[in-house]
Structures are given as C-alpha cells and as structure tokens.
C-alpha cells in the first residue's frame, strides 16, 4: 500500500461532556469532543518510525539532540524528533553500561535491531467542553498490531511534559508488544503564551500568533485590561498552561485519559475498516499505564471509569493525592507504626523547599551525589539558607549544626524515609521544589498571570536579573526542549519583587499552613484531586521505587494501598511491588554517584506490563504484593562501575515469602532485609 506522509481533516466540537456513555456506534463515530484539525502521519519505520523519531537506538543514546534545518522555522518533523530526543532522553538512562538497548530499550523485543517501530500516528486536540482548554491527544498504530488480539495501552504524559513524554516509557513497551498507544499530554505540556511578543503553539508544536490562533493554540490567554497592565508593567513574561490556565485541571486528568481511549477506539476503527473487525471496549485490552503524574492520571481514570473502558491498570511511582486517613498505619519493620502518611506532593514539597538546603550538609549526605562535601562556596551558600531558617523563627537552634540535625529531623518528622535523604543534593541543585511550589501553587489556587502570586513569575533574564525578550528560535525549540514546567529552556523564575529565595520558599509553604483566602484556595484545589481509591475490582499494578525522593511512597503508593484496603476490602485486587534501590529519575543513573547506588525502575515497569498482559491475556495469577531487593552494581577496580545486568535486577516472585507487603489489623506492613 502506498505510503500517504500526510493527512489533515477537521473535526468540529460538540456540546457534549468527554465523560459521556460510550457504546459500539460510539466506537466508529468521532468524538464530539475534539476540536479543530486532527493529523496523521504514517511512518515508514526506515527514515522515521513512530517510537525513536528516526533516531533508533544509537540516535537516543547521543547526547547531541537533532538539529534544525532552519532554527526559526523548524518543521514539525524536526519538532517531533528533536521532542522524542528530549523526553526519551529525560526519562531513562540510555547509556549501554546501564542497560539501554540490552536489557531495555527501542530494539529490545523488536525484530528491528535499531528499535524503530513503522505504523500510523493520529493527533487532535479536545475540550471537555466550551470553558474549558484545549488538551492534545495523539494514537500511534504500529503495523504489527494484531487485528485479532487488540490491545490498547494508555500513556498520558509525566510531570507536566508535553504528548510525546510518555513514549520512552510505556511506549517503548505497547509498540514493541504489538499494541495502539494512545497519549495525552493532559492540558499541560509545552502550552506556553509569550505574553509580550504574542505567540503561542499549534497541535504540533509550531510558534503561531496568539491573536489570530483561535482553536489551534494549546494554550492562550485572553488580552483583557489586565492582562495589558501586567505586560506594561512586566514585560517578557511567560504564561504556561499547566500553572496559568485558571482550572485547576489536575481534577480532569483522568477524564482526558477516558477520553485518550474514545479517541482511540475512533482512530483504530477509521484506521483499520478494511478489516473484519469492529474494535470497541468489548474486544479490545485496554491496560491503563504510565509512570508519575501520568501514572497518577491512569489511576484516576480507572478509578473514574464508569463505561467499562479500561480493563486493566499498571502504573509506576504515581503521585496520588489522596484524603488524610488515621484509620490505618504503615510499619516499616520494627519501626513504630505511623499514621502520617497520605500527605499531598504540594505539602511536603514546600517543606523540602524550606528545610532540604540545611539538611544536606549533614555529615551523611555532604559526600553523595552533587553533595557540597568538596565545595566551600556551596557549604556556605546552605549555611547561610541554615541561619536565614533561624533568623526567620523556623529553627531553634543557634548554631549551624544544631541547625542541620533540626531541619533533617523537620524532613524525617514528615513521614519521609532515611532511604531518600543520600538525593537531597541533586534535588536541590536542580531547583525541583521551587519548580514544584510555584507551579502548582497558581495551578490549585486557580491564579492567573497578573495575580503575581508571591511576586513570582517566568521569563528569561539578562545579566542583571531583568526579563528580556527570547529570540524566535529560542521560543520555537521550547515544544522540542521544554518539560512543560519552568526553570526549563531558557526560562527562568523571574521575581518580580525584592525577596530572598527563603522569603518566596515562606510565602509558598504558608499557602498549606495559613487561613488565608489565598492559602484556602490552594488547599481546596489540593482537595479537589483527591483520588477515592476504588479501582472497582480491576486487576492494578503499582511499582514504586523505595528511594523516591520526589513522590514519597508513604504519601503516595503504600498510602494508596492501605486505603485501596479500606474502600474495596477483599474486593481489591490491587498488587503494590516495592522496588528497593530505585528512585524517580532513571536518567540520573547515568551519572557518577549514582550509577553505583540506584537500579531503573524502568525495568520494574516493563515486568509489570508483561504480567499484567499475562495476566489479562492467559489468566496468569498476579503475584502478591512485594519488596523486591535489588542489588547496586559494583565499583570495579579501574574506577568504573560493572555493567547492569539481570543479576542486579531479580524478578517479582510469584510466590514471595520474607519479602511479602502485608496488610494485618489496620497496618500496612512493610518488610525490611
């Protein structure tokens, strides 16, 4: 069959919810809920391919991202392959020593040694309805899906990354097995609006002005007379769909990905009608995955799934925002049971935000990773943030050590585990919970752009700490280079007041501890995600990694688990496996210092897909919820480190005994080596 490289038709939106019933004709028929052009691209798996962008596997591993053609004026091919070069990239350690293209990888379960995939790719935007903002969904059919055994697997993006995050992840695993995977980027992703400048992005990541871009901009903020106030006043300022969009749109995202899998049941149908089947709910498995926000969102939607769309769920180190409960206690070994748990990522966050700067210069965490143990000037840039906390009323203590062991108790008190402290550094280094307050501060508290809020706000700075104008080609890469939250591609937090770091990190956390009604709507938007925990008797997996430093598993994965057990009983059939020595950020294990600590929990993701494949497919029994005790790989005698291999990564077992995740008498107990 002739290869078609590009299709565009238009779909109009109806006035429908996204969240409506769904039945056969349903299937055939397009969504009333998408809006404007719907694309597709059929790859030919040679010169480009639906999983590596073109690149392969030799592509992934470069560290030089492709290049532009024309910087100003990239095509959206260039955009798509440089994007899946970002992401993949982002999201795993793609260095060989660390198992990529041998035990993990594009090639890896692929009859193409360069891990390129040929099949379909469909993209179009939606609304859940007129108020509401554009959210972009996107199906990739390989050419090896099987017509008579079809499968379907979710993957909404993590974090706040754009449609393409989750390819490197669940991707890898769907397109590799055969199956359609259809991603949303959840409303937030690269929706950036360059507020002075007046441009903004269309479904495939192209820079377009913001006043004539109508329903092709992802993301756009009206011009009212205050908007036109705060662009006067402070020019060159960024507004970003996920912390600006005004609809605290977390509490949708597991509608989107509902409606992710209408789409795909639409595309599959109008793709593939020369066969001699209808694919709809009934016949096709549809397994809910991804890893993070997205895997929190594939939860949500499970958990929301009223139509019987999803058949099954498999997810990795999902933050889950979830009601505070005294009615169960988690046990780690010996240790005292305890009952503060289920915390909210916003909450402990901005407690890290405060207190991780002193509490990394304890005299275990100098020495880790990105550590200041060899680097006087940082040492004193943490002290000083140590003394600030006294000055400010936060510690007691008069002295920096006594400074130090109070904020690492601060850190401890919260339910935090020691396992996560060795990461402090990196986390600090990298500006993760600053990122994390500012963001979704403004996205919980439905504040727009010109509320300032704490006099914070994003832009690219000169020398002097002024926002500047970003150059075309600057604006146009952020689609293929952003993460979808700022710091990030040349965009900087941007004060737009006279603070210390601390006094913007105070104002944040007061929004989780003050009656304000700034700080009520933050916290109401907070309560607003809260998942039930009532999967309905689906078969789920969660994998998480016990060094998570980011989603901490007592607030998340074992919080979930213990409330699972609480609303569904012996109904549940949810099955929690612990990975020890695995933590959020798989890319870092490339780096020294880690590379020698940590396994991917990538890896553990990709077992959990094939038993629950198994499982759904040949009525495999799923094995009992677990700690699965990893082993670090070795530092050799020339200063490397061996290679990973499957001896540092044992299996989940099947039938687990020393190592089993209990749940007794209210307590969810959780086994130590």
């Not at 501890?513 to 995600?529: C, F, L, M, P, S």
């Not at 040949?618 to 050799?636: E, F, M, N, Y």
Request: proline share 6%; charged share 15%.
């Amino acid at each position: 069959m002739k290869k078609i490289p590009l299709i565009i038709s238009i779909s109009v939106m109806g006035p429908s919810l996204a969240a409506c019933d769904m039945n056969d004709n349903d299937a055939i028929l397009a969504p009333d809920f998408l809006v404007g052009e719907m694309v597709r691209v059929q790859y030919d798996g040679i010169s480009n391919d639906l999983l590596t962008g073109g690149l392969g596997v030799k592509g992934l591993q470069s560290p030089t991202p492709p290049v532009f053609q024309n910087a100003e004026e990239p095509t959206p091919a260039e955009l798509r392959t440089y994007a899946i070069h970002t992401n993949y990239r982002a999201l795993n350690d793609t260095t060989t020593a660390g198992g990529f293209g041998r035990l993990y990888g594009p090639n890896v379960n692929n009859k193409n040694r360069l891990g390129k995939i040929a099949g379909v790719e469909y993209l179009s935007f939606m609304k859940l309805d007129a108020d509401h903002q554009n959210v972009t969904l996107m199906v990739q059919i390989p050419d090896n899906f099987d017509t008579d055994h079809p499968c379907l697997i979710t993957g909404p993006s993590s974090g706040s990354r754009g449609i393409y995050g989750a390819i490197g992840t669940v991707g890898e695993w769907a397109l590799n097995k055969g199956c359609a995977v259809t991603y949303t980027d959840k409303g937030t992703g690269t929706g950036f609006h360059y507020l002075t400048s007046g441009k903004v992005f269309d479904l495939q990541g192209q820079l377009i002005d913001a006043v004539t871009a109508g329903n092709r901009s992802s993301f756009t903020l009206p011009l009212t007379p205050e908007l036109r106030e705060y662009n006067e006043k402070y020019p060159h300022r960024v507004a970003t769909q996920h912390a600006h969009s005004g609809l605290n749109d977390e509490q949708n995202w597991g509608q989107y990905v509902l409606s992710s899998i209408k789409f795909a049941f639409y595309v599959l149908n109008k793709e593939l009608a020369a066969t001699k089947n209808k694919f709809t709910p009934e016949n096709t498995l549809v397994i809910s995955s991804s890893i993070s926000q997205g895997g929190h969102s594939s939860l949500l939607a499970a958990e929301q799934d009223r139509q019987g769309l999803i058949d099954a769920v498999a997810v990795a180190e999902p933050n889950i925002p979830l009601p505070r409960s005294n009615e169960f206690a988690i046990q780690m070994g010996n240790q005292e049971p305890i009952t503060n748990h289920s915390s909210p990522l916003y909450d402990y966050s901005t407690l890290l935000n405060l207190y991780q700067p002193c509490a990394i210069l304890s005299d275990d965490i100098l020495n880790a990773p990105f550590g200041a143990g060899s680097n006087p000037a940082a040492k004193k840039v943490l002290t000083d943030h140590c003394g600030l906390l006294h000055t400010r009323g936060l510690l007691t203590a008069d002295t920096a050590p006594g400074q130090i062991e109070q904020s690492v108790t601060k850190i401890r008190e919260m339910g935090l585990l020691d396992e996560t402290l060795v990461l402090g550094p990196v986390n600090v280094a990298i500006k993760l919970w600053p990122a994390i307050a500012v963001n979704y501060a403004n996205a919980y508290g439905r504040f727009s752009v010109t509320d300032n809020l704490c006099g914070m706000s994003y832009a690219k700075l000169d020398a002097s700490g002024q926002g500047v104008a970003q150059s075309q080609a600057e604006m146009t890469s952020v689609f293929s280079k952003s993460s979808g939250v700022a710091p990030v591609a040349g965009l900087a937090f941007a004060p737009t007041e006279l603070k210390l770091p601390i006094d913007y990190a105070i104002c944040y956390r007061n929004f989780i501890t003050d009656t304000t009604n700034q700080a009520k709507r933050v916290q109401k938007g907070i309560e607003e995600t809260n998942h039930t925990a009532d999967l309905q008797g689906k078969p789920t997996i969660i994998v998480h990694g016990q060094s998570d430093a980011l989603v901490h598993v007592n607030h998340s994965s074992r919080a979930y688990l213990g409330l699972n057990h609480l609303v569904e009983g012996v109904n549940s059939n949810l099955h929690y496996y612990e990975i020890s020595n695995a933590h959020h950020f798989d890319a870092f294990n490339a780096l020294p210092g880690f590379n020698s600590r940590f396994i991917p929990l990538h890896h553990y993701l990709m077992t959990s897909l094939d038993l629950m494949y198994d499982h759904m497919t040949k009525g495999t029994a799923l094995p009992d919820s677990q700690i699965v005790w990893t082993l670090p790989r070795k530092q050799q005698e020339n200063g490397t480190v061996e290679d990973l291999s499957e001896k540092h990564m044992p299996g989940i077992l099947q039938t687990p005994e020393l190592s089993r995740i209990k749940i007794e008498q209210g307590i969810i107990k959780i086994p130590v080596k």
